[in-house]
């Protein structure tokens, strides 16, 4: 009896135990489904995409150079917790991205980042020195209204983005991490994050309702976020002149060469970085010496005299640099959770210095679109928010993007005589002085990037040309030239506001906009 009360007792645990079992089975996969709902499976790639990541990243940053740094460091000051991701952490050495004009250096002020000029060796910069066929004339920033310390600043590129990554990796939210970001983590439309591998080969994803892309001008990112027309018009052969200074101190020197600018700038208290632009994508070979006899023989003779010597012992040390210029309008795609920024987003000429400034400009704008929103899961609001960028960015970033593409085809010598007549009537009208030298060097610097600014200053000069040419006798011929230069002047300018969007930079009012309600007013 004993015996057979323990068999049921023992029948009875096992079938608990597979009743038991059997609910536990259930349960795991009515959980699954649940979670399948919740994370959902991106089969294009098989993993996970959560859609709620409490505790974790609210903005990933793809690329720590100046706008991923400067980014960084100022949506973490708002109290975001950010994840930065960046292929190599280690100090650069380029020949670009070295001035900072004097609106760029404003926003870094108000971004509280301007700390970061010193300790570098920075260099001071109050204007522009233009020579021309053996003439010269100076252009300064019209800095009287701002504080003394505002000016722009040259510098190695490498030290200013080093202050700048150590800056944002000061902060607690700041995770600056060495990894290359392989793809962005897609789901139904919307981006939830990135894939990367680290620096030892490990992949990973990262995870965050903000994906922010500025991994610089050879982004492989930005195919899915926006429609890339990257033009190469020119390369630059990059130069050190060492241990001499420049004939205008504390300015930046451009000279109207044959057949294209060349430029001389501070950025040490020992080294002149020159920059000698050269058209078209073919750069003459340096290996076999071809390069360095074009610097002797076409390029030297037209330096100032007190730089040729100079010159001529960079070109025989043989650091000699080249890398190709690029521009791109910005052409976004809006894509709900991602946003592109820097030179991944937009490019331009680099002649006249204002990347960096576009660049800075944005961020304090992505600043004040963000600040109201205090979740940024909150995907519909945000994708609305960002939208926005993209338009109230346009009227600062198309003056300067225009004024750089312009400026770059006018200062080109051409055998074309409407052409020449354009460059000469460009130089002489700079040096008039008053507005004339005033208005276009505001729009320069990025003291006073406005698209209507720009318009006349541009014109102006077309119709001081013509001026030139009909007085004191207005032949047919001259009247025949002067036609040209209008129509020459009309093919350079109008090409490029097309490509940056008539509507959206000269009147932004009549876009749509979710503007109205945000704390913040972000139209001025």
């Not at 970001?181 to 894939?195: A, C, F, P, R, Y």
């Not at 294209?260 to 040490?268: A, R």
């Not at 994508?281 to 100032?304: D, F, H, R």
């Amino acid at each position: 009896m004993e015996a057979l009360l323990i068999d049921q007792y023992f029948l009875g645990w096992i079938f608990a135990f597979l009743f038991g079992f059997l609910l536990l089975l259930n349960f795991k996969r009515k959980r699954e489904k649940n979670n399948s709902t919740e994370f959902g499976t991106d089969h294009s790639n098989g993993y996970y995409i959560p859609e709620n990541i409490a505790g974790s990243t609210d903005v990933i940053i793809v690329g720590a150079g100046v706008a991923g740094s400067a980014l960084a460091y100022t949506l973490a000051k708002d109290g975001r917790r950010v994840h930065v991701i960046e292929r190599d952490l280690t100090e650069q050495d380029r020949i670009v991205g070295e001035l900072l004009q004097p609106g760029g250096y404003l926003k870094l002020i108000e971004l509280g980042l301007e700390d970061c000029v010193n300790e570098i060796d920075a260099q001071r910069v109050f204007g522009y020195a233009l020579y021309m066929d053996g003439k010269n004339t100076r252009l300064s920033y019209p800095l009287e209204k701002f504080h003394s310390d505002v000016a722009g600043r040259s510098f190695h590129n490498g030290r200013f983005v080093q202050r700048m990554r150590e800056k944002a990796a000061s902060l607690p939210n700041v995770r600056m991490e060495q990894g290359t970001v392989t793809s962005l983590v897609e789901k139904k439309g919307s981006v939830k994050g990135v894939q990367y591998k680290t620096k030892d080969g490990q992949e990973l994803s990262a995870f965050a309702p903000l994906t922010i892309v500025c991994d610089g001008c050879f982004s492989n990112l930005r195919r899915s976020l926006c429609n890339p027309k990257v033009e190469v018009p020119s390369c630059f052969v990059g130069l050190i002149l060492e241990n001499i200074d420049l004939p205008h101190i504390n300015h930046g020197h451009v000279i109207l060469a044959d057949p294209s600018p060349i430029l001389f700038y501070k950025i040490s208290s020992t080294e002149i970085r020159c920059l000698v632009d050269l058209p078209g994508q073919k750069v003459p070979s340096i290996s076999n010496g071809e390069l360095a006899n074009y610097l002797k023989t076409v390029v030297a003779p037209q330096v100032p005299k007190q730089l040729y010597n100079s010159f001529i012992a960079a070109v025989d040390k043989g650091n000699i640099r080249t890398m190709p210029n690029r521009s791109m309008p910005a052409d976004p795609h809006p894509t709900p959770g991602a946003l592109l920024l820097g030179d991944a987003f937009n490019m331009r000429h680099p002649l006249t210095g204002g990347g960096m400034t576009v660049a800075l400009s944005d961020i304090v704008l992505i600043r004040d679109l963000l600040r109201p929103l205090c979740d940024l899961h909150d995907s519909s609001t945000l994708c609305k928010y960002l939208e926005s960028f993209y338009t109230l960015r346009k009227p600062v970033a198309s003056t300067i993007n225009t004024l750089a593409g312009a400026l770059y085809k006018v200062f080109c010598a051409s055998p074309d005589k409407a052409r020449q007549e354009m460059r000469n009537a460009c130089f002489d009208y700079l040096s008039l002085g008053g507005i004339c030298s005033q208005g276009p060097i505001a729009l320069l610097s990025g003291l006073n990037p406005r698209p209507i600014s720009l318009f006349l200053h541009f014109f102006a000069v077309a119709i001081y040309g013509v001026g030139r040419l009909l007085i004191p006798f207005p032949s047919p011929k001259r009247m025949w030239l002067g036609a040209r230069l209008i129509l020459g002047a009309s093919g350079i300018i109008f090409p490029i506001i097309k490509s940056e969007g008539l509507r959206q930079m000269f009147f932004p009012a009549t876009v749509p906009l979710l503007t109205q309600s945000s704390p913040h007013s972000l139209r001025k």
